[in-house]
């Protein structure tokens, strides 16, 4: 049995209930159309007057900001624009200076032209030989040669000059006390010269001996080997070019002999040719090379043959401008063992480099590797 108090309970229970459901199901309308609400596109969403303020002003101060950046962007991008236009005039001016050394403008002082022997020369007329290589031989000329002896027959009293010494005309070289009258006469010189001999002492008798020989180096002989071949287009005062490369010489002289007589042995003959030798630099015995002028062509213009050099597959001489020297391409024509004609590319009275022209050559070079670097 219920009691009154349980009776009484009852329906307040079902209207708890009841008040419940209806408030779970309120709740779950409010749920769903919040999620719907959440759920829609944004372009929908209509911010209120307030929430677009804000955003706008946000947007003025980005802008302000985006303006400033823009500002610097365009500043830095100028600087660099400026900066990279300074490095291309900059980068031009270096190109050209290069450009400059590779056609040839080498500017060099005084000072060191002098020290690395560069000669320059003024191009010119000149006469081209046509040459007859030889072989030959210094020897002593014999018109240079005097051997001095007693003029009567006596003792030495006195030798005053001894090998080596250089004598002149009219020098006394000993005292002799003649037998027959007992008297002392004086030897002298007769031609200015080297004493290359002396026989005899203080004391000794005369002979037929030489006493001194006396040899005047002034002028050489060069004997040439002249073949059969050849001897028809040899003859008496043809000048003749004399090397001795080991000895870097060079001189100019003339034929003054043919011989008449072949050397049974290699059926050569020789042409005797005199050559100056003031300056003592010639010696006997040496072996030569030589060139006698069989015929000359005179050219208009005409350079040493040392002064030709080859660049960038062209054959070039260099030549000296106002300000520098450059490489000058050339068209050469005849030559010889000493000059070349040249048929153009260079005037008469051009200053060019004679002489050790191969040091621009090297200095171009040493540019041209830089620049491709």
Known sequence: MKTRKQQSLKPWLIFGLLAALLIGMFGVDVYLASAAETGKPATETKP?????????????????DAHDHDDEDDHGKGEKEHEDGDKHEHGEEE?????????????????????????????????IRQTLPLYGVITPSADGIQQVSARFPGII??????????????DVLATIE??????VYSVTATINGVITDRQGAVGEKTSDA??????????????????PRDIARVKSGQAVRVVQSQRGLS??????????????????TTAR???????????AGHFVNAEITLAETKVAVAV???????????????????????????????????????????????????????????????????HEH
């Open 48 to 64: 209120t007057p307030k929430a677009a303020t804000k955003p706008a002003a946000h947007d003025d101060e980005d802008g302000e």
């Open 95 to 127: 190109h050209g200076h290069k450009e400059d050394h590779e056609e040839g403008k080498i500017t060099l002082s005084n000072e060191q032209l002098r020290n690395t022997g560069i000669q320059v020369v003024k191009a010119g007329p000149v006469a």
């Open 157 to 170: 009293r006195q030798l005053t000059r001894k090998p080596g010494d250089r004598v002149a005309a009219g």
């Open 178 to 183: 003649s037998n027959e009258s007992l008297k």
């Open 210 to 227: 030489p006493l001194f020989t006396i040899a005047n180096t002034s002028t050489v002989w060069v004997d040439l080997t002249l073949f």
């Open 251 to 268: 001189g100019e002289g003339s034929v003054i002999y043919v011989g008449a007589h072949a050397n049974p042995v290699n059926q050569s």
């Open 273 to 283: 040719a005199s050559l100056d030798n003031a300056e003592g630099q010639w010696f």
């Open 304 to 370: 040493r043959n040392e002064a030709l050099q080859t660049h960038e597959g062209k054959t070039v001489i260099f030549v000296r401008e106002a300000d520098g020297f450059e490489p000058r391409p050339i068209q050469a024509g005849r030559a010889d063992s000493v000059h070349t004609e040249i048929v153009s590319g260079l005037a008469a009275g051009d200053a060019y480099v004679a002489s050790n022209s191969f040091i621009l050559k090297s200095d171009l070079g040493k540019e041209s590797a830089e």
